[in-house]
């Protein structure tokens, strides 16, 4: 499929933030500043493993980010159309004859 008719299926536009530094507690402390992708959001029930825990869990909502994070991150942050930051649990990069183009994010 040309990346131009991929475009028509990712009307959404969500902020990327990858995590930088943690504090004393462990928690994130700082993000990067966002970038914004377009991409789809759609909301289904999928069983996912979570990357930080290797658990089988539901993901209630999926989006198809076009373009390719690297080193995406279960700590990252993701704001959704709507404003929300589900937390990522899993991630897939699918690939074409000519490499990857977009990346699959599953969240809790």
Not at 76 to 82: E, S
Request: glycine share 6%; aromatic share 10%; hydrophobic share 40%.
């Amino acid at each position: 499929m040309p990346i131009a008719d991929f475009l028509d299926l990712a009307p959404a536009t969500i902020q990327y933030e990858a995590a930088l530094l943690r504090n004393e507690f462990g928690k994130v402390a700082t993000y990067s500043a966002a970038v914004d992708y377009r991409a789809r959001v759609t909301y289904s029930h999928k069983r996912v493993t979570s990357r930080a825990t290797g658990q089988d869990v539901v993901s209630s909502v999926q989006v198809w980010i076009i373009g390719i994070i690297t080193g995406l991150n279960v700590d990252d942050r993701i704001t959704l159309p709507d404003g929300t930051t589900p937390l990522i649990v899993s991630w897939d990069m699918p690939q074409d004859e000519v490499g990857n183009h977009h990346c699959k994010v599953f969240f809790t």
